[in-house]
Structure formats: structure tokens, C-alpha cells
């Protein structure tokens, strides 16, 4: 095997728990993430809906409101633990250094505000520009992200969904931070209009040298934009590889199902995978797709199984690749 080649480390998470109390107990939903992210790059986090990617990136930017709760772990951005940070320092870094593309640019904006005075509140309140300086770079931003400069003077309801969505990518690049998190940012978006915002996210990515954590359930998005993939299923991540080699050679059988599903025009028969993903009430003993898997063993069905690296910059959490 290859040494791994080091890497400028970003953001580094370690062994993320994210719960939810209820009267049945405790939701597991994020139990237990560790990643990676690394300057320049396009990070993607896929999976099913339900296998906790929008969670990780709440608790990530400490987003998680009660009853959600972080038992434990680590989200280290550039040295320093965000989960430790009082919230006064936070907000520092937040627009400048971190920034956030929500899920749902249609919930994202303020309908009583013009798009101009959304975009002055993010910046005035970030940095210390002026209000004229402020203004000439909201003009260049909404160029920037292929809108005209008379968006600035309209309303959330006189925007499409691509454009709400392009004003939020705007916002979040306004102050250009080292990270920008986006979380489904092509939601409820046709495929043409999702096309477009995600060769956006590239360019402006590739012009600012910032780094990208792109979560989608799409495999096609991370297909088009992605570096590395992360693979969450049932709260954990179960594979991370570099993009091309995950859709040429998936190592974990639900990465397998995933890239299976993925409609293609040389695709006679698409494949889903069978059953349902279990409940964060009560997590499968062993590995958490064995219920699922059309590889399982008995091993499968008691022991967890740890993440492997199988290959340089692959890392896998399966009992096939044992030693």
C-alpha cells in the first residue's frame, strides 16, 4: 500500500454524536462521524434521506437546536474547535471565514425585505465596509452569480427558485470565506436550473480557491461537482473515495446500490435497494446495512465493522475487506 499523502487539513471532524431526546429515548442520528475536509476541494456527503447529512452539517456549524443535543466530539476549522468556541467568537468567523447555503432558498430569505438590504444586513454586519462600499459589491456579486443588478431592488416573491437560490450563493461568498457549506442547495429545482447552480458553486470554488462541503442525496451532483465523496448511512459514514473511483469501483455494498440506482440512457433496468433504512431509535446490531446487504455475513450481524483504509485516499467500513 501506498503512503497517504498529506494533505492541508480544513475542517477535520472526530467522532461526531448528534441526538435527539424523545419519550422513546434518545434519535442516534448522527452517531459517531469522523472526516476530513481539504483546502481547494469539493467535499460531498451522500446517502439516503433520513442517514443524517443535513444533521452533520447543523451540529458542524452548531446549528442543532433542543431537543437536539452533541453528546461528544470534535469539529476543528482551522485549528480551532467550534464546538468550544464561545458564541461571540463563532459569529466572528461565520460569513468571513465559514458560511452556510441552507437547504430551502425558498425559506431562506426575508419576504419583507428587498433582496439589496437582506444582502447590506450580512455584510454590514460581518465586516466593516460602509454602506456604499457595501452596495458596489452586492451589484458585483449578483453579476457574479449570473443575476441582474436589478434583482438587488425586488423581493424574494418576485424570484424564481434559481435565482432565490443564486441570491443566497451570493450571500454566502460575499465576505470570501475559506469554507462554504451547502446543504442541498438545488432542492425543489428542476435538473436544468440544478445543473446551473452547481456549475456556479464550481466556478466560483475554483475562483476564490475556497472549499466546498456539498450534502445531496444526488449521486448525479456529486458525479458533476465533487472531489471526494463521504457515503453516510444509519448515522455513520461507511466509505469515502475520490469521486471517479467511487463510481467506477464502489468498495461498500451501499455505495454499490447507490451508483446501481443512478438512471443512465445505457441503464435497461434501475436497481433500488431493497427494504428500508432502519430507525436512529433503535440502530441494527453489527454492521447497520447488513438487513439490506446481498453480502452479508455472520460476522455482519454482531460486529460493527471499523473503517478501513483499503487504498490510498479510500477508506472503507466493511467486513468483506478484512485483513
Given at each position: 500500500?501506498?503512503?497517504?499523502?498529506?494533505?492541508?487539513?480544513?475542517?477535520?471532524?472526530?467522532?461526531?454524536?448528534?441526538?435527539?431526546?424523545s419519550?422513546?429515548?434518545?434519535?442516534?442520528s448522527?452517531?459517531?462521524v469522523?472526516?476530513?475536509?481539504?483546502?481547494?476541494?469539493?467535499?460531498?456527503?451522500?446517502?439516503?434521506?433520513?442517514?443524517?447529512k443535513?444533521?452533520?452539517?447543523?451540529?458542524?456549524?452548531?446549528?442543532?437546536?433542543?431537543?437536539?443535543?452533541?453528546?461528544?466530539?470534535?469539529?476543528?476549522?482551522?485549528?480551532?474547535?467550534?464546538?468550544?468556541?464561545?458564541?461571540?467568537?463563532?459569529?466572528?468567523?461565520?460569513?468571513?471565514?465559514?458560511?452556510?447555503?441552507?437547504?430551502?432558498?425558498?425559506?431562506?430569505?426575508?419576504?419583507?425585505?428587498?433582496?439589496?438590504?437582506?444582502?447590506?444586513?450580512?455584510?454590514?454586519?460581518?465586516?466593516?465596509?460602509?454602506?456604499?462600499?457595501?452596495?458596489?459589491?452586492?451589484?458585483?456579486?449578483?453579476?457574479?452569480?449570473?443575476?441582474?443588478?436589478?434583482?438587488?431592488?425586488?423581493?424574494?416573491?418576485?424570484?424564481?427558485?434559481?435565482?432565490?437560490?443564486?441570491?443566497?450563493?451570493?450571500?454566502?461568498?460575499?465576505?470570501?470565506?475559506?469554507?462554504i457549506?451547502?446543504?442541498?442547495?438545488?432542492?425543489?429545482?428542476?435538473?436544468?436550473?440544478?445543473?446551473?447552480?452547481?456549475?456556479?458553486?464550481?466556478?466560483?470554488?475554483?475562483?476564490?480557491?475556497?472549499?466546498?462541503?456539498?450534502?445531496?442525496?444526488?449521486?448525479?451532483?456529486?458525479?458533476?461537482?465533487?472531489?471526494r465523496?463521504?457515503?453516510?448511512?444509519?448515522?455513520?459514514?461507511?466509505?469515502?473515495?475520490?469521486?471517479?473511483?467511487?463510481?467506477?469501483?464502489?468498495?461498500h455494498?451501499?455505495?454499490?446500490?447507490?451508483?446501481a440506482?443512478?438512471?443512465?440512457?445505457?441503464?435497461?433496468?434501475?436497481?433500488?435497494?431493497?427494504?428500508?433504512?432502519?430507525?436512529?431509535?433503535?440502530?441494527?446490531?453489527?454492521?447497520?446495512?447488513?438487513?439490506?446487504?446481498?453480502?452479508?455475513?455472520?460476522?455482519?450481524?454482531?460486529?460493527?465493522?471499523?473503517?478501513?483504509?483499503?487504498?490510498?485516499?479510500?477508506?472503507?467500513?466493511?467486513?468483506?475487506?478484512?485483513?
Open positions: 500500500m501506498e503512503p497517504e499523502q498529506v494533505l492541508d487539513k480544513i475542517l477535520e471532524v472526530k467522532d461526531l454524536k448528534i441526538y435527539y431526546r419519550i422513546y429515548g434518545d434519535y442516534k448522527v452517531d459517531g469522523s472526516l476530513e475536509v481539504v483546502r481547494d476541494e469539493v467535499f460531498s456527503i451522500a446517502g439516503e434521506s433520513g442517514c443524517g443535513s444533521t452533520l452539517v447543523d451540529g458542524m456549524l452548531r446549528l442543532v437546536k433542543t431537543p437536539g443535543y452533541i453528546p461528544s466530539g470534535k469539529v476543528i476549522f482551522e485549528g480551532v474547535d467550534l464546538l468550544k468556541l464561545p458564541e461571540k467568537e463563532l459569529n466572528r468567523i461565520r460569513w468571513t471565514k465559514l458560511a452556510y447555503v441552507p437547504q430551502g432558498a425558498m425559506n431562506s430569505l426575508n419576504p419583507f425585505l428587498k433582496v439589496k438590504e437582506q444582502m447590506m444586513d450580512a455584510i454590514l454586519d460581518h465586516s466593516d465596509m460602509k454602506k456604499k462600499e457595501a452596495m458596489q459589491l452586492i451589484m458585483q456579486l449578483l453579476q457574479e452569480v449570473g443575476l441582474s443588478t436589478k434583482v438587488a431592488e425586488m423581493y424574494p416573491h418576485e424570484l424564481s427558485g434559481g435565482m432565490k437560490q443564486r441570491v443566497i450563493i451570493a450571500m454566502a461568498i460575499a465576505l470570501k470565506p475559506t469554507l457549506i451547502a446543504d442541498e442547495p438545488t432542492t425543489a429545482l428542476d435538473v436544468v436550473v440544478q445543473k446551473g447552480i452547481l456549475q456556479l458553486l464550481r466556478t466560483l470554488k475554483d475562483k476564490y480557491g475556497m472549499s466546498i462541503v456539498l450534502v445531496s442525496h444526488s449521486m448525479a451532483a456529486h458525479a458533476q461537482v465533487g472531489d465523496v463521504a457515503v453516510m448511512y444509519a448515522g455513520k459514514v461507511v466509505e469515502v473515495s475520490p469521486v471517479y473511483e467511487l463510481f467506477e469501483d464502489p468498495l455494498p451501499y455505495s454499490k446500490g447507490l451508483i440506482a443512478v438512471p443512465s440512457l445505457e441503464k435497461k433496468i434501475i436497481k433500488g435497494i431493497p427494504g428500508l433504512a432502519p430507525s436512529p431509535l433503535d440502530w441494527p446490531k453489527g454492521c447497520r446495512f447488513h438487513p439490506r446487504c446481498p453480502f452479508v455475513m455472520n460476522i455482519c450481524r454482531e460486529i460493527e465493522p471499523p473503517v478501513k483504509s483499503i487504498q490510498q485516499g479510500r477508506f472503507v467500513a466493511c467486513h468483506l475487506y478484512g485483513d
